[in-house]
């Protein structure tokens, strides 16, 4: 299978093809901000895995994803599409009326309408909702490769609220959220005396992670680090990082506080046996 990496997930350490800058000024993005779509030695692909992140710059992101989807369908390429973030994810159920569900109308859009054979995503935040067996969608699992990071010996496992509960089946407090930083949590966990580690799919605000720590210390915990899959918002990851005693992140979405590699994860989950054994 053919590996192509779009510019959004050129962060990840993976060898394939990518998308050639303007051959006049070496960019590829033109001053209006519309983006330059360009696949050299397109005529050579046919199976093709295609990368693509979904933060940061969600929109710019999808651009350059549509244009390189289309370059492929043209050339009747089979795709395979690896997300290590879905732009869009937490946007996963029409929250009030007259409004999209816009993860479920772009998991749908790339089949339906690209003809995308498969979509493999690492940890969704909308994995749990009932919508995703609508399309053929794999999920692939950051934890193992996040517990090898870990500097604990002997620690519980929670999540920050009960969406974690839900994802991972993990315990949780309850969340009352009164703003994107206005978060109130309630409940009582088992951790007098114990290390904790948290563990969300993702950091936005950090307003949450962040009445976790203190409820936990509230509540007699000793070692409190954190983990994350998505470091979506870089204001929301330093909250965190500055909070905890220390913080555990993958670089599915590039941000300076990732310190646990997916790749490994993603080209095992995606390719198999096939994967370049190269990358750690």
């Known amino acids: 299978m053919d590996l192509v990496v779009t510019p959004s997930a050129e962060h990840l350490d993976v060898d394939a093809h990518r998308l050639a800058p303007h051959p006049r000024d070496g960019s590829r993005t033109f001053p209006d901000d519309e983006v330059y779509v360009q696949l050299a030695g397109l005529d050579s692909l046919d ?45 996963d159920e029409a929250f009030y009326e ?25 940890d969704p935040h909308f994995g749990h909702r009932d919508w995703v067996r609508e399309v053929p969608l794999e999920v692939l699992h950051a934890f193992p490769a996040i517990r090898n990071h870990v500097s604990m010996d002997d620690y519980v496992v929670v999540g920050p609220d009960l969406g974690a509960v839900e994802r991972f089946g993990v315990p949780g407090f309850e969340k009352v959220r009164g703003s994107a930083h ?95 054994s190269d990358t750690d």
């Open 98 to 122: 007259g409004t999209l569900n816009y993860a479920r109308s772009i998991l749908r859009k790339l089949t339906g309408y690209y003809g995308v054979d498969r979509i493999y995503t690492v």
């Open 47 to 91: 199976d093709v895995v295609l990368i693509h992140a979904g933060q940061p710059r969600p929109n710019r992101g999808l651009a350059y994803l549509h244009g390189t989807l289309e370059l492929l369908v043209e050339n009747d390429c089979s795709v395979t599409l690896a997300f290590s973030y879905v732009p869009y994810g937490r946007q």
């Open 182 to 276: 206005d978060v109130e949590l309630t409940g009582e966990l088992d951790v007098d005396g114990r290390d904790v580690l948290v563990f969300d799919d993702l950091i936005a605000t950090g307003g949450t992670m962040v009445e976790a720590f203190r409820r936990l210390k509230n509540q007699g915990a000793g070692t409190v680090q954190a983990a994350a899959v998505h470091g979506v918002v870089d204001e929301g990851v330093r909250r965190v990082r500055d909070t905890y005693d220390a913080l555990y992140l993958t670089n599915t979405v590039a941000n300076d506080a990732a310190n646990v590699r997916i790749e490994r994860t993603m080209l095992d989950g995606v390719l198999g046996e096939d994967a370049p």
